[in-house]
């Protein structure tokens, strides 16, 4: 039953930029802390993409605060964030919650408002719940195929499903956890 509600996200989207300021505000959210590999973009993009840069302006620009909290390394998610005023917490060991209230209080949300988005329940949906913040959970962008990776998408399904139950019209049937 905890792990039910540990694993279960509080909202699936399509994809980040579904995520906007009106959902943010819907949700009581004014600051979001970010998955970088597979939430924002592949493990291939090395400097972020135009879309995301465009999408984190919108945020920031609407009063929303944005972080990265990541689990690849620090060399990575400076590349990612190449120089722009964003806060990013690398090698994060996800779902440990250690950085959450730093990238928290980073976006101005320390006595709450913040909330994780992520592609993975055991990693983000996990590490939010622990760390007592909703998790916004989206498809990933380009699955790995690794069994170690299937298995994970495999152990996600019935807590997808289940969140699917309650609300069917998310438009994520066909992805990676309906295989």
Known sequence: MILRKKLTPDKMVKGFAEVTPELCREMGISG????IDNTLATYDDDDMPAAVEKWITVMKGSGIGVAFVSNNTAARVERFIGGRDIKGFPDAHKPGTKYFKAAAEAIGCKDGGAAVL????????????????PAIIVPPIKDR??????????LERPYIRRYLKNDPDTGIMGTVWQK
């Open 32 to 35: 979001l802390i970010c998955d």
């Open 118 to 133: 992520g592609d993975q329940l055991l990693t983000d949906a996990l590490a939010a719940h622990r760390a007592g913040l």
């Open 145 to 154: 195929t690794g069994a170690f990776f299937r298995f994970k998408r495999w």
